[in-house]
């Protein structure tokens, strides 16, 4: 046998054995209850959603699911929960990517850093924004709103939900897409924000699909368009922005992530289960009426989408002038 042959033969071999060790210890595993840590409140969409997929995915797994609600300080206190807790293969991170993108640069913590303590195991779903008026209203596109903007700049308002939230820095972004400023006034919930419009304080609303979608089927609110790279399923009339400012696309969105350590094998049957999950009928219809779309990648491809969006943010959070927070 030749050399070249000897270590082709030998390189198959070891292809082999790491094959037959990854799927071994991914039979194995979960071994015990997996713990699921949900860095928001309970009853909020992240909730919601990771009990739903918990409870799908244990029973693929045969074992418990178990959803911990650790809200504060934008995510922090149940990150630093996990990093601080005990270390095994058997607990992530679910969290919207407020979590993800906007805390790191908001919250400069000494405890712990999501960038660096974590990593990307499965992206789970794109939540994207979307723009609402007055029934009332005499504008029915995107571009017949900012047109309204554009001839009366100083009394057209747009209603949105704490500051330096998605959808409070999704006005900036409209705003310089369409080259002009849009005054945003924030409010503490989507309540106000549309209670805002509704009654004439403000001329439009950006939020997420679940507040604003019950209100334009109660003819309160006229959505007239979501933020995604294209049309959504259930919404094929509802235009997406992008249809006239193609760069700008406003997903929110919410994946799973894994302390720094954690075994490939057990980040991989994450992954590849998740999957599965979202593939389910039942499952893509529950969250449809979240306003969340299944998107699934490996956690290669999670990890390079998870850096373009921080870097994203990052900027944005800079332009509009907001100042990080320090933790202890």
Same mark, same amino acid.
């Given at each position: 046998?030749?050399?070249?042959?000897?270590?082709?033969?030998?390189?198959?071999?070891?292809?082999l054995?790491?094959?037959?060790?990854?799927?071994q210890?991914q039979?194995?595993?979960?071994?015990?209850?997996?713990?699921?840590?949900?860095? *928001?409140? !309970?009853?909020?969409a992240? &909730?919601?959603?990771? @009990?739903?997929l #918990?409870e799908? =995915?244990?029973? +693929?797994?045969?074992?418990?699911?178990?959803?911990?609600?650790?809200?504060?300080?934008?995510?922090?206190?149940?990150?630093?929960?996990?990093?601080?807790?005990d270390k095994?293969?058997?607990?992530?991170?679910f969290?919207?990517?407020?979590?993800?993108?906007?805390?790191?640069?908001?919250?400069?913590?000494?405890?712990?850093?999501?960038?660096?303590?974590?990593?990307?195991?499965?992206?789970?779903?794109?939540?994207?924004?979307?723009?609402?008026?007055?029934?009332?209203?005499?504008?029915?596109?995107?571009?017949?709103?900012?047109?309204l903007?554009?001839?009366?700049?100083d009394k057209?308002?747009?209603?949105?939900?704490?500051?330096? *939230?998605? !959808?409070?820095?999704?006005? &900036?972004?409209?705003? @310089?897409?369409? #080259?002009?400023? =849009?005054?945003? +006034?924030?409010?503490?919930?989507?309540?106000?924000?549309?209670?805002?419009?509704?009654?004439?304080?403000?001329?439009?609303?950006?939020?997420?699909?679940?507040?604003?979608d019950?209100?334009?089927?109660?003819?309160?609110?006229?959505?007239?368009?979501?933020f995604?790279?294209?049309?959504?399923?259930?919404?094929?009339?509802?235009?997406?922005?992008?249809?006239?400012?193609?760069?700008?696309?406003?997903?929110?969105?919410?994946?799973?992530?894994?302390?720094?350590?954690?075994?490939?094998?057990?980040?991989?049957?994450?992954?590849r289960?998740?999957?599965?999950?979202?593939?389910?009928?039942?499952?893509?219809?529950?969250l449809?009426?979240?306003?969340?779309?299944?998107?699934?990648?490996?956690?290669?491809?999670?990890?390079?989408?998870?850096?373009?969006?921080?870097?994203?943010w990052?900027?944005?959070?800079?332009?509009?002038?907001?100042?990080?927070?320090?933790?202890?």
């Amino acid at each position: 046998m030749t050399s070249l042959k000897r270590c082709a033969c030998v390189a198959a071999a070891l292809l082999l054995a790491a094959s037959s060790m990854i799927a071994q210890a991914q039979a194995g595993w979960p071994a015990k209850p997996v713990r699921l840590i949900v860095p *928001s409140a !309970p009853g909020t969409a992240p &909730d919601i959603m990771a @009990r739903l997929l #918990g409870e799908k =995915l244990g029973r +693929i797994w045969n074992q418990q699911v178990i959803v911990e609600d650790k809200p504060g300080a934008g995510g922090l206190i149940g990150l630093a929960g996990v990093k601080n807790g005990d270390k095994d293969d058997h607990v992530f991170v679910f969290a919207p990517a407020s979590v993800y993108t906007l805390t790191p640069y908001m919250f400069k913590s000494a405890i712990v850093d999501i960038v660096r303590d974590f990593v990307p195991v499965a992206m789970v779903g794109v939540s994207p924004m979307m723009a609402a008026v007055s029934v009332d209203s005499p504008a029915s596109t995107l571009a017949e709103v900012i047109a309204l903007a554009k001839k009366d700049p100083d009394k057209f308002v747009v209603s949105t939900t704490t500051q330096y *939230s998605v !959808p409070h820095l999704a006005v &900036d972004m409209l705003g @310089r897409a369409a #080259g002009t400023p =849009l005054r945003a +006034i924030p409010y503490s919930s989507s309540g106000q924000s549309i209670a805002a419009v509704v009654g004439g304080d403000a001329q439009m609303l950006i939020d997420g699909v679940p507040p604003i979608d019950p209100m334009v089927k109660g003819k309160r609110l006229k959505a007239i368009a979501i933020f995604s790279e294209a049309r959504v399923p259930n919404r094929p009339a509802l235009p997406a922005a992008a249809e006239t400012y193609p760069s700008l696309v406003i997903n929110g969105w919410f994946g799973v992530v894994a302390l720094r350590g954690t075994s490939a094998a057990a980040i991989e049957r994450v992954n590849r289960d998740m999957a599965t999950v979202l593939a389910m009928p039942d499952v893509v219809e529950r969250l449809d009426a979240l306003g969340v779309y299944p998107k699934t990648m490996t956690p290669a491809q999670f990890g390079e989408y998870w850096s373009g969006e921080r870097a994203r943010w990052e900027k944005v959070l800079k332009d509009v002038g907001a100042q990080p927070v320090l933790q202890q």
